[in-house]
């Protein structure tokens, strides 16, 4: 519906969709990570601890599930605003913003590998999470994401 409001140069709609969205997305999301981080280790133990997996392998990966679960509002809100990029046509745009993203990933993977393993990891994905929707909020215009929420 976003996309076919900006094909009929409707701003005004689109914007008003893409609130909407956002709005959803935020609490569907936020929701899911509170959730899951009070229950990651409730979860993991669940789904994976038996035989060989031990309480410790349980505890080690609820540790990087909240490492990740912390980025997966940025990495969805920054989903919603680059398909505002590809419906204005700005593919190529979209694209340099997710190399940009890649490469803080790589940079934050590299520091953050050696003091704490797996956890590093997933926290260098979280924050390159944080970069692409920055970067993404960027390109769609604060003055505009800022204003949307006004109205």
Do not use: C
Not at 10 to 27: C, Q, T, Y
Not at 38 to 64: C, P, Q, W, Y
């Amino acid at each position: 519906m976003i996309a076919r409001a900006i094909k009929n140069k409707d701003e005004n709609r689109a914007l008003h969709l893409m609130k909407k969205s956002s709005v959803i997305l935020f609490g569907v999301l936020s929701l899911s990570m509170i959730i899951g981080i009070v229950f990651n280790e409730f979860i993991v133990k669940l789904l994976f601890e038996r035989g060989a997996f031990s309480s410790v392998d349980t505890a080690n990966t609820a540790l990087i599930l909240i490492m990740y679960l912390i980025g997966l509002l940025p990495f969805g809100l920054a989903k919603i605003f680059s398909l505002w990029l590809y419906a204005n046509e700005q593919q190529f745009l979209s694209a340099k913003i997710s190399m940009k993203s890649l490469a803080w990933n790589i940079i934050f993977s590299l520091i953050l590998i050696k003091p704490f393993g797996a956890a590093g990891l997933a926290f260098a994905s979280t924050l390159s999470g944080f970069i692409l929707f920055y970067l993404t909020i960027k390109a769609f215009g604060f003055s505009k994401f800022i204003e949307m929420f006004r109205k």
